[in-house]
């Protein structure tokens, strides 16, 4: 490093570090994890909340953090992005409550069912471009009846927008299983709907 050149004061509170320095750094200093807490809460929040429920969500938060925060020390900073390390974590507690997603599904199955023109939900409008109850319906029924696997690769590529590459990390399975599990997925889904793409969000990078 020359000499006009100065590194960031990490002990700094006000300094804007990475993620992956800011969570080495909690690991001497464990109150600056509270920082990566405030960066991502309202991001995992909303995403527990559309999966299972805002109860769920205002339960379960927490726990992703306090896992986060114990688990720490293990993060490898190679992997460079907090981010999907995080969704691992809440994708870990959501596979502790499937029964309560798959009530959600069913009950927007049964509510498409129900009314012809009903209020778009957050789900509906993470997995759906489709305006037909009826259609929402069908998508409902066939996302329940996924594999959890793919059904969590579906959910954090529409809903949490991750890359491929962040799902791969989130899920700590190779990038290639990602793009086969979507691509299987949407031939599902786009046969039951007819050949319309029902998925929003993600990305191939």
């Given at each position: 490093?020359?000499?006009?050149?100065?590194?960031?004061?990490?002990?700094?509170?006000?300094?804007?570090?990475?993620?992956?320095?800011?969570?080495?750094?909690?690991?001497?200093?464990?109150?600056?994890?509270?920082?990566?807490?405030?960066?991502?809460?309202?991001?995992?929040?909303?995403?527990?909340?559309?999966?299972?429920?805002?109860?769920?969500?205002?339960?379960?938060?927490?726990?992703?953090?306090?896992?986060?925060?114990?688990?720490?020390?293990?993060?490898?900073?190679?992997?460079?992005?907090?981010?999907?390390?995080?969704?691992?974590?809440?994708?870990?507690?959501?596979?502790?409550?499937?029964?309560?997603?798959?009530?959600?599904?069913?009950?927007?199955?049964?509510?498409?069912?129900?009314?012809?023109?009903?209020?778009?939900?957050?789900?509906?409008?993470?997995?759906?471009?489709?305006?037909?109850?009826?259609?929402?319906g069908r998508l409902a029924?066939?996302?329940?009846?996924?594999?959890?696997?793919?059904?969590?690769?579906?959910?954090?590529?529409?809903?949490?927008?991750?890359?491929h590459a962040e799902v791969?990390?989130?899920?700590?399975?190779?990038?290639?299983?990602?793009?086969?599990?979507?691509?299987?997925?949407?031939?599902?889904l786009r046969a039951a709907?007819?050949?319309?793409?029902?998925?929003?969000?993600?990305?191939?990078?």
């Open positions: 490093m020359t000499a006009n050149m100065t590194a960031p004061d990490l002990t700094d509170p006000t300094e804007s570090i990475s993620d992956a320095a800011l969570l080495e750094l909690s690991r001497r200093r464990p109150e600056r994890f509270g920082e990566i807490y405030d960066r991502y809460v309202s991001e995992i929040h909303a995403y527990l909340g559309r999966r299972l429920g805002q109860q769920a969500a205002d339960d379960l938060t927490a726990e992703v953090f306090l896992a986060a925060f114990r688990k720490r020390e293990t993060f490898d900073p190679e992997r460079g992005e907090v981010r999907p390390w995080l969704y691992g974590f809440a994708t870990n507690l959501i596979s502790l409550h499937r029964r309560t997603e798959t009530r959600r599904l069913a009950a927007l199955q049964r509510s498409a069912t129900m009314h012809g023109s009903a209020e778009h939900s957050h789900e509906e409008r993470v997995v759906t471009r489709i305006d037909a109850a009826s259609a929402q029924a066939e996302v329940r009846a996924l594999p959890d696997g793919d059904r969590d690769v579906l959910m954090l590529s529409a809903l949490g927008e991750l890359s791969a990390k989130a899920l700590d399975i190779p990038y290639g299983t990602v793009g086969s599990r979507l691509s299987r997925v949407r031939r599902k709907l007819g050949g319309v793409n029902p998925l929003l969000g993600g990305s191939d990078g």
